[in-house]
C-alpha cells in the first residue's frame, strides 16, 4: 500500500490539486513541524546534536518526493495554473529545507 501511494504521486496518477494542496502542503507541512517540534524537545532535553539534527532534517527526502511529483504532474497536467504549483512547490521546498 505504502509503494501504491509513491507510486501513483511519482508517476501523476493523482489529481494535481490534491497533490499540491492536500498531500504537500497540508501534509507535509505538519509532518515538518511535527519533526521540528519533537527536534526541539530532543535538544531541551539536552540529547545528542547529531540525534536532533537527524530528526529535524527527516523529513527532508520526503519533501524532495513531494516537491518532484508536483513537478512531474504539473508537466503533464500544463496551464498557467499548473505553473503557479511548480513555483509553489519550489518555495515550499526551500521553505522546509532552510526552516
Same mark, same amino acid.
Given at each position: 500500500?505504502l509503494a501504491g501511494f509513491f507510486r501513483s504521486r511519482w ?33 531541551? +532535553?539536552?540529547?545528542? &546534536? /547529531? #540525534?536532533?539534527? @537527524? $530528526? ?11 516537491a518532484l511529483a508536483v513537478w512531474r504532474t504539473a508537466e ?10 511548480? +513555483?509553489?512547490?519550489? &518555495? /515550499? #521546498?526551500?521553505? @522546509? $529545507?532552510?526552516?
Amino acid at each position: 500500500m505504502l509503494a501504491g501511494f509513491f507510486r501513483s504521486r511519482w508517476q501523476g496518477k493523482q489529481p494535481l490539486d490534491r497533490l499540491f494542496w492536500r498531500d504537500m502542503l497540508l501534509v507535509g507541512t505538519a509532518i515538518n513541524i511535527a519533526s521540528s517540534v519533537l527536534a526541539l524537545t530532543l535538544l531541551g +532535553l539536552k540529547l545528542p &546534536l /547529531w #540525534l536532533v539534527l @537527524t $530528526v529535524h532534517f527527516l523529513p527532508v527526502p520526503y519533501n524532495i518526493f513531494l516537491a518532484l511529483a508536483v513537478w512531474r504532474t504539473a508537466e503533464k497536467t500544463g496551464g498557467a495554473k499548473a505553473s503557479m504549483m511548480m +513555483l509553489g512547490s519550489a &518555495l /515550499w #521546498l526551500i521553505a @522546509t $529545507v532552510i526552516a
